[in-house]
């Protein structure tokens, strides 16, 4: 039975605007790593957008074991179990050893894949960074630097973000402007207008009716097209970009799809994270920002069997997509960042305990690169921050808002940062 002129004009424009577009949009329940495969279209328009990518590593990971200071005697002293080895330590196998980053720090052998883009200037390290918040406690902490703040106590209550996102102002916006690939909208991300939170893109699409009639999808989808094709109303501009997106993602056909460079992305849930975004990136469809967690970090026992795995997952997860972008990079800036560090010492169950600097990376274009910025403290205790922790020299909101100004052309870091005045240090070009 064919869809009538009546039954067209029974979909009450406002009626469908009441319940909205996006009721008509279902999740997938399951996680679908074929859409690592979609064929982009040729002939697309280069997108001038900057894309800016957040992977938030959930639980505290180890700053001194992803970049030791081989160099500080200190570094082996208090962690005689579970430090890494030096580069010129010939009694170690090669594949064990730190990875020489500037004579003093190295590169955790798991993290490999990242080495490429450190030499060739794409990639920067910054040691000794975190947040002003005292408390130890990963609640407390993602709620500071999640909401862009000192700490985790009283203050906005919007995520930094979503404040970035708000200085753009009420212009056309993709419906797939900013994406969590998780199932809960990350704090950095609140109170942001038309982000989304989803495992896997793929269930990204219009829930039609199963029993459709032969040609009745077009005819609703045609019946849609015209509920939105008012060119002045914000909520049929709104709409006409979710129709254009949904049917960008159904002209992509998923087995034609091979990732760039010979890259090939771990299995993981993060590796299919960030083979989607790099989907989302090169299909043009207007992606600003995509929000990546990976969570595990909280390595109070038995470390040494605990960060391999999600060590080898970051480099490779990372490292294929910087290979499958290629040039593509240019316009694609990864930062990586944790909550806080781990301490210095190694607690008697062979792990660390919660503790307070730790590293971010940075990669993409226009990164000033192949360095590691440190203001070093140093690991003497005299030196430490009591109880035995690495110095916070280096306030994260630094490097976010130097991002945020020379890499997404955002000159309104009061709006973003709301009473801190930044500090640059120059690991951006701009």
């Known amino acids: 039975m064919q869809t009538t002129d009546n039954s067209h004009q ?38 001038t957008e900057n894309v800016l990518v957040i992977l938030f590593l959930r639980g505290g990971a180890d700053g001194l074991n992803m970049v030791a200071p081989y160099a500080e005697d200190a570094y082996y002293r208090y962690r005689p179990t579970l430090n890494v080895s030096a580069p010129n330590d010939k009694t170690k196998a090669a594949a064990s050893r730190l990875l020489d980053l500037d004579g ?14 450190y030499r060739k200037g794409m990639m920067a390290v910054v040691h000794a960074c ?53 199932s809960v909208m990350p704090d950095s991300l609140k109170g942001a207008t038309g982000a989304v939170a989803l495992p896997d893109i793929t269930g990204f699409r219009l829930n039609l009716p199963e029993a459709i009639p032969q040609g009745g999808e077009n ?56 083979r989607q975004v790099a989907f989302l990136i090169r299909a043009n ?35 294929a997509f910087a290979t499958d972008l290629g040039s593509e990079i240019s316009r694609v800036t990864v930062i990586v960042i944790t909550e806080f560090g781990r301490r210095l010492y190694e607690n008697s169950g062979l792990g660390t305990d919660h503790g307070r600097g730790s590293v971010m990376f940075v990669l993409g274009g226009g990164i000033n690169g192949g360095q590691v910025y ?36 955002n000159r309104q870091l009061a709006d973003v940062f709301p009473g801190y005045n930044a500090g640059f240090r120059g690991i951006a070009q701009g």
């Open 10 to 47: 029974s979909l009450s424009r406002r009626g469908f605007l009441v319940s909205g577009l996006m009721a008509a949009i279902g999740w997938a329940s399951r996680p679908n790593p074929s859409l690592a495969r979609v064929s982009i279209s040729p002939g697309k328009k280069a997108s």
């Open 219 to 274: 005819e609703i989808r045609q019946a849609l097209a015209g509920l939105y094709d008012s060119p002045k109303d914000a909520a049929a501009r709104a709409g006409r970009e979710t129709l254009a997106v949904l049917e960008t993602l159904n002209r992509l056909k998923p087995d034609q799809y091979r990732p760039g460079g010979g890259a090939v992305y771990p299995s993981s849930e993060l590796g299919t994270a960030f």
């Open 104 to 117: 003093f720090f190295g590169l955790n052998p798991l993290l490999a894949p990242l080495l490429p883009a």
């Open 130 to 182: 975190g947040s002003q918040d005292q408390t130890r406690s990963h609640f407390e902490a993602m709620s500071a630097m999640e909401r862009g703040l000192a700490s985790g106590g009283a203050g906005t209550s919007s995520g930094w973000l979503a404040r970035h996102l708000a200085c753009g102002g009420e212009r056309d916006q993709s419906p797939l402007r900013a994406v969590s690939f998780s």
């Open 285 to 319: 469809i207007g992606l600003e920002v995509a929000c990546l967690e990976k969570g595990g970090w909280d390595s109070h026992i038995a470390q040494n069997n605990l960060l391999p795995a999600h060590l080898a997952d970051i480099g490779q997860a990372v490292g």
């Open 374 to 409: 440190a203001r070093w403290p140093g690991l003497e205790p005299a030196r430490l921050e009591p109880p035995g922790d690495l110095r916070v020299t280096t306030d994260y909101r630094d490097i976010l808002a130097e991002i945020i100004l020379k890499r997404q052309q």
